[in-house]
């Protein structure tokens, strides 16, 4: 059974600065990966997504990175902003599979 | 594209009532619709993976009289909550995946259930 995991539950730090969310998951298996981001009351908004026979997808000042063999997968934010506070949420997609099992989240605070 | 919409946002009815949830694909044809359920501060439980035409299939310890989904069309799922309970209220979130791959999921803005 897949497992998710997402360290740390919770992050403060202030503006400006740079972090990494990781997300580690028990089945190497998988058919893609995606980094989602929740607004209080909100739904998911997809921020990246990545294939299983891709090492990497940015977009703007996120960069994901996907290390299949060791199950781990890292969301970097670069320049962190207020508005970057939100939970983020991974989720992989088995091989052979439609539904996603998602990690518990990180939650982000970015002081200004 | 890929804009995902549910309706109503909001909604509360009365103990022993049914509810119905649309979900709905604007600008591109699912062939695919997931249900979730989102409890305070926890991450995403699947309820339910329908397939457009075909009955739904339900994750293991979801009742699948007390949760009814439809997907009738290749934009249209919904979700009926029926006899609601107050236990049943939550935050309900559906997503949506085209037809062909990568199958990346598209999330809608979710639906608060309150039962009285």
Redesign the interface.
């Known amino acids: 059974k897949q497992e998710v995991t997402q360290i740390p539950a919770a992050l403060s730090v202030p503006e400006g600065e740079n972090l990494v969310l990781n997300c580690s998951f028990t089945d190497s298996a998988i ?2 990966l ?1 980094w ?1 981001r929740q607004d209080p ?6 921020l990246l ?1 990545i ?1 299983s026979s891709q090492r990497e997808q940015t977009s703007g000042r996120l960069n994901a990175s996907l290390d299949k063999s060791s199950g781990r997968s890292t969301l970097y934010i670069a320049a962190s902003q207020p508005g970057d506070s939100a939970t983020y ?1 991974c989720a992989v ?1 088995r091989e052979g599979a ?3 099992v ?4 990180t939650r982000l605070t970015i002081n200004p | 594209g890929a804009v995902v919409s549910q309706h109503p946002s909001r909604v509360i009815c009365k103990s022993g009532t049914s509810v119905k949830i649309e979900c709905r694909s604007l600008d591109f044809q699912a062939t695919t619709m997931f249900w979730y359920r989102q409890f305070p501060k926890k991450s995403l439980m699947l309820m339910a993976t329908s397939n457009e035409g075909s009955k739904a299939t339900y994750e293991q310890g979801v009742e699948k009289d007390k949760f009814l989904i439809n997907h009738a069309s290749l934009t249209l799922s919904t979700l009926t909550v029926t006899s609601a309970h107050p236990e049943d209220s939550s935050f309900y979130i559906c997503s949506a995946s085209k037809a062909g791959g990568p199958y990346e999921q598209y999330f809608g803005p979710g639906t608060r259930l309150t039962v009285t």
């Open positions: 058919y893609n995606q989602f009351g909100k739904g998911l908004t997809s997504l294939q949420l997609r439609q539904k996603l998602f990690g518990q989240g």
